[in-house]
């Protein structure tokens, strides 16, 4: 039996738009990884880790099983609001993910297409905590910033704004892959598909977004340096 790295993710709809385990499973498997990634999510739409907090099925979840990764993503714009409630729910959550030997990965979000010039908060909102615990950081916003700089045709917002594309979350996925393997990105699928539907082999897929290898390549070559450094 292979080994598997097991994740439990904690947010809300950045995490379950596209089924963005889903996407970072499929990158492992075209990257043959020796490990299978197998995850779980506990998601709400808008929720807060303060309303996670609450309502405890996370906390229950997050003791039931034994985890390699616990990643928690805060509510959109909370961490430029109102940081202070966001260290305090996430330093909550860490505590109890250290308890069960696990590691906190922080999932550093995107700015709303109308106002980028938020992401430099969000960032250091994340950055902050995750240095003050010494956590992880998944710095999807950053990748993303850099992507949409490079080629702004490239659509990584849905049509809201706010939510991600399925090129958007490809790019997430490109980042959790990279974040727990460490393997490299060049050359991987870019192709997304849709997780209602098995896998490709099957023949019966869903394509959502068949990126062009100089797309794939922009993403990934920006995911690599970003994650990186």
Same mark, same amino acid.
């Given at each position: 039996?292979? =080994? $598997?790295?097991?994740?439990?993710?904690? !947010?809300?709809?950045?995490?379950?738009?596209?089924?963005?385990?889903?996407?970072?499973?499929?990158?492992?498997?075209?990257?043959?990884?020796?490990?299978?990634?197998?995850?779980?999510? *506990?998601?709400?739409?808008?929720?807060?880790?303060?309303?996670?907090?609450?309502?405890?099925? $996370?906390?229950?979840?997050?003791?039931?099983?034994?985890?390699? +990764?616990? *990643?928690?993503?805060?509510?959109?714009?909370?961490?430029?609001?109102?940081?202070?409630?966001?260290?305090?729910?996430?330093?909550?959550?860490?505590?109890?993910?250290?308890?069960?030997?696990?590691?906190?990965?922080?999932?550093?979000?995107?700015?709303?297409?109308?106002? &980028?010039?938020?992401?430099?908060?969000?960032?250091?909102?994340?950055?902050?905590? $995750?240095?003050?615990?010494?956590?992880? *950081?998944?710095?999807?916003?950053?990748?993303?910033?850099?992507?949409?700089?490079?080629?702004?045709?490239?659509?990584? +917002?849905? &049509?809201?704004?706010?939510?991600?594309?399925?090129? !958007?979350?490809?790019?997430? $996925?490109?980042?959790?892959?990279?974040?727990?393997?460490?393997?490299?990105?060049?050359?991987?699928?870019?192709?997304?598909?849709?997780?209602?539907?098995?896998? &490709?082999?099957? !023949?019966?897929?869903?394509?959502?977004?068949?990126?062009?290898?100089?797309?794939? =390549?922009?993403? =990934?070559?920006?995911?690599?340096?970003?994650?990186?450094?």
């Amino acid at each position: 039996m292979k =080994q $598997a790295i097991r994740v439990l993710f904690i !947010g809300n709809s950045y995490i379950y738009v596209n089924d963005l385990p889903w996407l970072i499973q499929q990158l492992a498997e075209s990257a043959k990884e020796t490990k299978r990634l197998e995850t779980e999510m *506990v998601v709400v739409g808008g929720a807060t880790l303060k309303s996670h907090w609450k309502r405890g099925k $996370a906390l229950r979840l997050l003791k039931a099983k034994q985890w390699d +990764y616990v *990643v928690l993503q805060e509510q959109s714009t909370l961490p430029i609001t109102n940081p202070k409630e966001m260290y305090k729910y996430a330093s909550l959550f860490d505590a109890e993910i250290k308890r069960v030997n696990s590691q906190t990965v922080f999932y550093l979000t995107w700015a709303k297409q109308n106002q &980028p010039e938020t992401q430099q908060i969000l960032t250091d909102s994340y950055m902050t905590i $995750a240095r003050e615990l010494q956590a992880k *950081v998944a710095p999807v916003g950053i990748a993303w910033q850099k992507v949409q700089e490079a080629n702004p045709k490239l659509n990584l +917002y849905n &049509p809201d704004q706010s939510h991600p594309s399925p090129i !958007g979350s490809y790019l997430a $996925a490109c980042v959790f892959y990279k974040t727990f393997y460490q393997g490299s990105l060049v050359g991987l699928s870019c192709r997304i598909y849709s997780s209602q539907f098995n896998t &490709p082999e099957e !023949g019966n897929r869903l394509e959502l977004e068949s990126l062009s290898e100089t797309d794939a =390549q922009i993403i =990934q070559n920006l995911v690599e340096y970003t994650v990186r450094n």
